[in-house]
């Protein structure tokens, strides 16, 4: 379970350090992907991107 743990903040370490260079290409502004203020807050939600990076990091993993 730990070990899951670190996994899973390893990897949303590296998508906030990624995120400036990810918004530069185009992710966060597909159609699918959501962004609302609630409480004096923006909220992201990218549904479209996460499946987009998903698909493409299981073909990478595919052919390694």
Do not use: E, H, Q, Y
């Amino acid at each position: 379970m730990l070990r899951w743990f670190i996994v899973v903040f390893l990897a949303l370490m590296c998508i906030s350090w990624l995120s400036p260079l990810l918004r530069r290409m185009g992710f966060g502004r597909l159609p699918g992907d959501f962004r609302f203020r609630l409480g004096g807050r923006d909220w992201d939600v990218p549904l479209a991107s996460t499946l987009l990076l998903s698909f493409v990091a299981s073909l990478i993993a595919k052919w390694i």
